[in-house]
């Protein structure tokens, strides 16, 4: 079974500058995830999705952040513009249901903002 | 808020030690309860988890967990280490409000065990 994929790995890009993070879930998984890890800290829920719609986003910075998951599968994370402090791993998970499932993790985007 | 503490950020032991890891959360209401694992390079990946029944969980490669619910802990155990462990161990709560699955996450424990 193939997992959750994340692109890129790695980005570095000027403050103020956007960028974007793609996520590939799991097959038939419903629940989509995308987490913020800053360094030596654990992960912090940005956004849930549950199919193509927004269950969870009360952590996500909306003047800056947006995330869409277009047909309930795919997922992209945009950042606009870019602080230092966004400077983090940003994880994708997956998981088939919202309710006490695991959840699957990618290998996650580490962007520096410069 | 609700919120999990890892008591230690940083653990070093010798193969064939012991191990336990501290985690305590603060939420009144019924949680799920996780140990994630993050290998060096690789993804976080489930150790074990509790949902509900015997407080004691066992996972993967001899790992347990005991849930005590007074205490609001649910600390990691392992009774022998190896080197192969040396990895940074997650504890997670999903508070079971609304139905969703949400995680919190505490800070992590890096584990080194030297041989």
């Known amino acids: 079974e193939a997992g959750v994929a994340q692109s890129p790995r790695y980005k570095i890009i000027e403050k103020r500058q956007s960028v974007a993070f793609w996520c590939n879930p799991i097959s038939g998984h419903a629940t989509l995830y995308w987490y913020q890890q800053i360094l030596g800290q654990g992960p912090k829920l940005l956004i849930q999705?549950?199919?193509?719609?927004?269950?969870?986003d009360s952590q996500l910075p909306k003047d800056r952040f947006s995330a869409e998951r277009l047909k309930g599968v795919d997922s992209t994370l945009k950042i606009q513009p870019a602080k230092l402090e966004d400077s983090a791993v940003y994880l994708c998970a997956s998981s088939l249901g919202s309710s006490g499932n695991e959840q699957f993790f990618g290998p996650g985007t580490r962007l520096t903002v410069l | 808020a609700q919120s999990v503490s890892q008591h230690n950020h940083h653990v070093i032991l010798s193969e064939a030690a012991s191990l336990e890891l501290g985690c305590n959360y603060s939420?009144?209401?019924?949680?799920?309860l996780f140990w994630y694992v993050q290998y060096p390079g690789q993804h976080l990946q489930l150790l074990l988890k509790?949902?509900?029944?015997?407080?004691l969980v066992k996972g993967i490669k001899g790992f347990e967990a005991e849930f005590i619910k007074s205490k609001f802990s649910f600390n990691l155990r392992k009774p022998s280490v190896q080197w192969s462990d040396t990895a940074e161990y997650f504890c997670a709560v999903g508070p079971l409000s609304g139905g969703y699955n949400k995680l919190i996450f505490g800070a992590g424990t890096r584990l080194a065990v030297h041989p």
């Open positions: 509790y949902f509900s029944g015997d407080p």
């Open positions: 999705f549950q199919n193509n719609g927004v269950v969870d």
């Open positions: 939420y009144g209401g019924t949680v799920n």
